[in-house]
């Protein structure tokens, strides 16, 4: 079985600051790892992924993860907030291929960036 | 590359009438489609997954004779909401993925107001 926490509801940031979203999981096994951007009434955008290699992700608009798994997280970072980014982000895990690489979803962290 | 859509973006009907929705992926095959519900401010919630040419496995307490899924192309699948109900408004979305990727591919959903 696996799960997924995302520790915050909602994040809060001011234009031009950090962001950090956080993410922890637990998988019986090597997991892959997602997140993903909804902005208000629209589908799912894949952010980053991990999958086993580089332990740092990068992926679009500036964002990356850490893979760490002594801490069992994945957590979501950018070095300035764009007034853009304010959106529903979700991390998630997948259960591998035996499933049909089946996700599950954190319940998501809502970013609100201030002026 | 991999874009997904849905057609259509919004729906409104009567109770106890049929809606389908499609899900076509455009630029790849989609050998996997998945179906999510998500209700507001929530995560997405895994219906079922449909492979091409196979009948659709359905998540535990997901009713299979109202929610009908077809998944007869490699770029095509629908869900068929049957007799609905207001209850059944919800935002749905689907995904897909290729031939052994773990990666879905999500449509913009599609939202379902049933009077």
């Known amino acids: 079985a696996q799960s997924v926490t995302q520790l915050d509801s909602h994040v809060s940031v001011s234009e031009g600051t950090p962001v950090l979203l956080r993410c922890n999981y637990s998988?019986?096994?090597?997991?892959?790892l997602f997140w993903y951007v909804q902005h208000p009434n629209k589908g799912l955008q894949l952010l980053l992924k991990?999958?086993?290699?580089?332990?740092l992700v990068k992926g679009i608009n500036g964002f990356e993860a850490e893979f760490k798994k002594s801490e069992t997280s994945f957590h979501l970072t950018k070095p300035s907030a764009h007034m853009s980014d304010a959106a529903e982000y979700f991390c998630?895990?997948?259960?591998?291929?035996?499933?049909?690489?089946?996700?599950?979803f954190g319940k998501g962290t809502l970013l609100t960036v201030n002026p | 590359g991999a874009v997904v859509s849905q057609h259509p973006s919004r729906v409104i009907c009567k109770s106890g009438t049929s809606v389908k929705i499609e899900c076509r992926s455009l630029d790849f095959q989609a050998t996997t489609m998945f179906w999510y519900r998500q209700f507001p401010k929530q995560s997405l919630m895994l219906m079922a997954t449909s492979n091409e040419g196979s009948k659709a496995t359905y998540e535990q307490g997901v009713e299979k004779d109202k929610f009908l899924i077809n998944h007869a192309s490699l770029t095509l699948s629908t869900l068929t909401v049957t007799s609905a109900h207001p209850e059944d408004s919800s935002f749905y979305i689907c995904?897909?993925?290729?031939?052994?990727?773990?990666?879905?591919?999500f449509g913009p959903g599609t939202r379902l107001l049933v009077l």
């Open positions: 998988s019986s096994y090597s997991p892959s």
């Open positions: 998630v895990v997948s259960a591998g291929g035996g499933s049909n690489y089946k996700l599950t």
């Open positions: 991990y999958t086993s290699a580089a332990t």
């Open positions: 995904s897909a993925s290729g031939a052994g990727e773990e990666t879905q591919y």
